[in-house]
């Protein structure tokens, strides 16, 4: 019924830069929250940054003055601009969406498949 689909990981070097997309589509009504997680080997997997509808958005304290979460919303698209890479950043990285489908009463959260970040030192 929905689909994220994530594009724009890759290897980068340190202090490098990444810029991330996701593409929601199918039957959907509204989209409440867009937001990226991320997991790294190991670990579970954490909130990177979201933001709502109406362009509020919240970090992690890891990313904070790096990463910049922005969405447009006529596209159902949400972008994760991540600048000053370091090892830190490697993980696979989730694009999460809450949201209602058409003729839906409920908000539900949906995920893409995940793409990967390394960034070598």
């Known amino acids: 019924q929905v689909r994220l689909v994530e594009s724009g990981g890759g290897l980068v070097q340190a202090g490098g830069s990444l810029r991330l997309s996701c593409a929601a589509s199918?039957?959907?009504?509204?989209?409440?929250?867009m937001g990226w997680f991320r997991q790294a080997p190991g670990q579970e997997r954490e909130l990177v940054a979201s933001?709502?509808?109406?362009?509020?958005?919240n970090y992690a304290d890891s990313v904070k003055g790096r990463f910049t979460i922005s969405r447009d919303n006529a596209k159902n698209t949400v972008y994760l601009q991540m600048n000053s890479l370091n090892s830190d950043d490697t993980a696979v990285y989730y694009c999460?969406?809450?949201?209602?489908?058409?003729?839906?009463?409920?908000?539900?959260?949906?995920w893409g498949q995940g793409t990967q970040v390394t960034v070598s030192s």
């Open positions: 999460n969406a809450a949201l209602v489908l058409t003729g839906g009463l409920y908000t539900r959260p949906y």
């Open positions: 933001i709502t509808s109406g362009g509020t958005t």
């Open positions: 199918g039957r959907i009504f509204r989209i409440e929250v």
